[in-house]
T-cell receptor, first 111, second 113 residues
């Protein structure tokens, strides 16, 4: 059974510092990995999707890497801003289009 | 605008009173699914549908039903809600092609008394 872990569970950084969020998964038989952002009480916003054949994906200040063989993905957010404060979730997609989510990392960026 | 909509957004009900949470998407997606989110347990899949009239159980299907009579709609039915179904529910959709981005609705917060 696929298990997805995100460490740390919470992270606090001063504004301007780069953020590094980690995601690990136990079964490397995945189609892709998706990073989401969730604001308190709100829905999930897709940030980046990395296909299993890709090593990384970039969008603006966000960069996500994927090492399928070791079961790891890292989301980098450059030059963090207070508006980046949210919970970040990673999810792997396997057979049946099913998403298996990690527990999330709650990020606070202090002005 | 491409979106997944859910109704209602908030609902308070009592044990045993049947309810339906609607989900609709306007992106012509084949795949739709329901998740529930609980503190400490994260997001877990309830049911999913690969296409019209094709549904299957996810990880936590007990106490729920779904139907997929039309491509755009995927309602979640609680025939006899219980307090342990108090949760935040999300509907999601994507194209059926493996590995497509999944789009989520805004969530429905349900409280069962």
């Amino acid at each position: 059974k696929q298990e997805v872990t995100q460490i740390p569970a919470a992270l606090s950084v001063p504004e301007g510092e780069n953020l590094v969020l980690n995601c690990s998964f136990t079964d490397s038989a995945i189609y892709n990995l998706q990073w989401f952002r969730q604001d308190p009480g709100k829905g999930l916003t897709s940030l980046l999707l990395i296909q299993s054949s890709q090593r990384e994906q970039t969008s603006g200040r966000l960069n996500a890497s994927l090492d399928k063989s070791s079961g790891r993905s890292t989301l980098y957010i450059a030059a963090s801003q207070p508006g980046d404060s949210a919970t970040y979730l990673c999810a792997v997609i396997a057979a049946g289009n099913k998403l298996t989510f990690g527990g999330g990392t709650r990020v606070l960026v202090k002005p | 605008e491409a979106q997944v909509t859910q109704n209602p957004r908030y609902l308070i009900t009592v044990t045993g009173k049947k309810l339906t949470v609607t989900c609709s998407q306007n992106m012509n997606h084949e795949y739709m699914s329901w998740y529930r989110q609980d503190p400490g347990l994260g997001l877990r899949q309830i049911y999913y549908s690969m296409n019209v009239e094709v549904t299957d159980k996810g990880d936590v299907p007990e106490g729920y039903k779904v139907s997929r009579k039309e491509k755009r709609n995927f309602p979640l039915i609680l025939e006899s809600p219980s307090p342990n179904q108090t949760s935040l529910y999300f509907c999601a959709s994507s194209h059926r092609v493996r590995g497509e981005t999944q789009y989520f609705g805004p969530g429905t917060r349900l409280l069962v008394l």
